[in-house]
T-cell receptor
C-alpha cells in the first residue's frame, strides 16, 4: 500500500486562488521531504527540499514566496501555491525519506493543478 | 549533457518480448533507483540498488558502478507494464538529492 499520501489529487481553480497540497508519510517518520514539478512528457524537476523543523531549501529559479513549503511535523509537509496563475498549472509530486540511512525515497501520487 | 541519460526514449514492444532500458550517469552516486510512473502520474519505486543485481518477479535491475551504467530488464512483457520508467540517482551530497533521467515511455501491445 501507499506509504506517502498526497492530497488533493486534482485541483481546478480560478486565477488568484491559493492552493494547498498536503503530503503525508503514513508509516514512517519523514525527516526529509521533496517537492517536484513535472511538465508534460518531461521528468521531475526538484523545486525544494524540506527538513522537519527547518526552512525549506529552494532550487534556483523557484520563488519561495510563490511556493510556500511547511514541514511542521515528521509526517506532514505542505506546499502552498500562492495567488496561482495559469502558468502554475502543472503536476506536483512530493516524496519523503526517513532518517535511517539508505532508505528508499517514497513518492506520493501527485497533484494535477489546473488554473483557469 | 544531462547527468543521467536514459535510452531509449520511447519503446514499443509486443506482449511477451524481453525489454531492456538503459541508464548511464556521470555523477558520483550513493544509490540508483528505477521508478515506474503510470499514466495517472503516481510513481512507484521498483528498485534501489548500489551494486550488483536485484530481481523482483519479472523485473531485473543491474548496476555496474565502474562503468556508471544500469539496466532494467522486463521478461515476458505484458500490456500492464506500459508506463514511463525513470532512472534516478541518489547523490551523496546536497541533502542526498535525487537526479532524474528523462524517462523511457514503454508501450506493450497485446
Amino acid at each position: 500500500g501507499a506509504v506517502v499520501s498526497q492530497h488533493p489529487s486534482r485541483v481546478i481553480c480560478k486565477s488568484g486562488t491559493s492552493v494547498k497540497i498536503e503530503c503525508r508519510s503514513l508509516d514512517f517518520q519523514a525527516t526529509t521531504m521533496f517537492w517536484y514539478r513535472q511538465f508534460p512528457k518531461q521528468s521531475l524537476m526538484l523545486m525544494a527540499t524540506s527538513n522537519e523543523g527547518s526552512k525549506a531549501t529552494y532550487e534556483q529559479g523557484v520563488e519561495k514566496d510563490k511556493f510556500l513549503i511547511n514541514h511542521a511535523s515528521l509526517t506532514l509537509s505542505t506546499l502552498t501555491v500562492t495567488s496561482a496563475h495559469p502558468e502554475d498549472s502543472s503536476f506536483y509530486i512530493c516524496s519523503a525519506r526517513a532518517r535511517t540511512r539508505n532508505q528508499p525515497q517514497h513518492f506520493g501520487d501527485g497533484t494535477r493543478l489546473s488554473i483557469l | 549533457k544531462n547527468e543521467v541519460e536514459q535510452s531509449p526514449q520511447n519503446l514499443t514492444a509486443q506482449e511477451g518480448e524481453f525489454i531492456t532500458i538503459n541508464c548511464s550517469y556521470s555523477v558520483g552516486i550513493s544509490a540508483l533507483h528505477w521508478l515506474q510512473q503510470h499514466p495517472g502520474g503516481g510513481i512507484v519505486s521498483l528498485f534501489m540498488l548500489s551494486s550488483g543485481k536485484k530481481k523482483h518477479g519479472r523485473l531485473i535491475a543491474t548496476i555496474n558502478i565502474q562503468e556508471k551504467h544500469s539496466s532494467l530488464h522486463i521478461t515476458a512483457s505484458h500490456p500492464r507494464d506500459s508506463a514511463v520508467y525513470i532512472c534516478a540517482v541518489l547523490t551523496p551530497y546536497n541533502n542526498n538529492d535525487m537526479r532524474f533521467g528523462a524517462g523511457t515511455r514503454l508501450t506493450v501491445k497485446p
